[in-house]
């Protein structure tokens, strides 16, 4: 069975400083590893996605993640907070291309002025 | 290209009435999900069809639950009778063929059962 933590249900940064957003995954197979982004009062917005191509992904809005087996992780990134980028972000994990997303709790991301 | 189409947005009702979210998916996709959220169980599959077809439903809760896709451009998810433990926010989302986990979300509807 897929899972995935999501270490941090808050996570509060300064305009311009870095972002990281922590997500550990538990898989059996080889996972397929997805962030989805959720600004408020709206549905979730795919931001990338890793499926087993170059470890060093990147997505919309200056964001990236970096698939590491060895640490099991998928952290997300991105160097330089904006305003803009505060909303729940969502780690997700599938075992195949074909088989259910298992969500994290989420990350609240907060970004001060 | 409109997205993901719901209704209501929100829906206030009371206890033991029936309830029905409406969801039209973006033309063309194939994959049709029905999620909910809430702040303890977080995001969670409740089923999804694949061209109008139910594939996996072991996500829905119980018998209170029903949902339907009676043609590719149009899915209900039915709630009867309502508690107020179903309380929590809706979501439908869309795939297209050869992408199902790009899963493209509705803005959701947010349910309240008194």
């Known amino acids: 069975a897929q899972s995935v933590t999501q270490l941090g249900s808050h996570v509060s940064v300064s305009e311009g400083a870095l972002v990281l957003l922590r997500c550990n995954y538990s898989?059996?197979?080889?996972?397929?590893l997805f962030w989805y982004v959720q600004y408020p009062n709206q549905g979730l917005q795919l931001l990338l996605k890793?499926?087993?191509?170059?470890?060093l992904v990147k997505g919309i809005n200056g964001f990236e993640a970096e698939f590491k087996k060895s640490e099991t992780s998928f952290h997300l990134t991105k160097p330089s907070a904006h305003m803009s980028d505060a909303a729940e972000y969502f780690c997700?994990?599938?075992?195949?291309?074909?088989?259910?997303?298992?969500f994290g709790k989420g990350t609240r991301l907060s970004v001060i002025a | 290209d409109a997205g993901v189409i719901q209704s209501p947005r929100h829906e206030v009702t009371e206890m033991g009435q029936e309830v029905t979210l409406r969801c039209k998916p973006i033309?063309?996709?194939?994959?049709l999900f029905w999620y909910r959220q809430t702040m303890m169980r977080g995001l969670e599959l409740l089923i999804y069809?694949?061209?109008?077809?139910?594939?996996?439903d072991s996500g829905m809760p119980e018998d209170r639950f029903s949902a339907k896709m009676p043609n590719a451009s149009f899915s209900t998810l039915k709630i009867q009778p309502s508690e107020p433990r179903d309380s929590a926010v809706y979501f439908c989302?869309?795939?297209?063929?050869?992408?199902?986990?790009?899963?493209?979300f509705g803005p959701g509807t947010r349910l309240t059962v008194l």
């Open positions: 989302a869309s795939s297209p063929i050869g992408a199902y986990n790009e899963q493209f």
């Open positions: 997700a994990v599938s075992a195949s291309g074909n088989t259910p997303l298992v």
């Open positions: 069809f694949n061209n109008n077809v139910p594939i996996d």
């Open positions: 033309s063309g996709h194939d994959y």
């Open positions: 898989s059996s197979v080889p996972p397929y």
């Open positions: 890793y499926t087993s191509a170059a470890t």
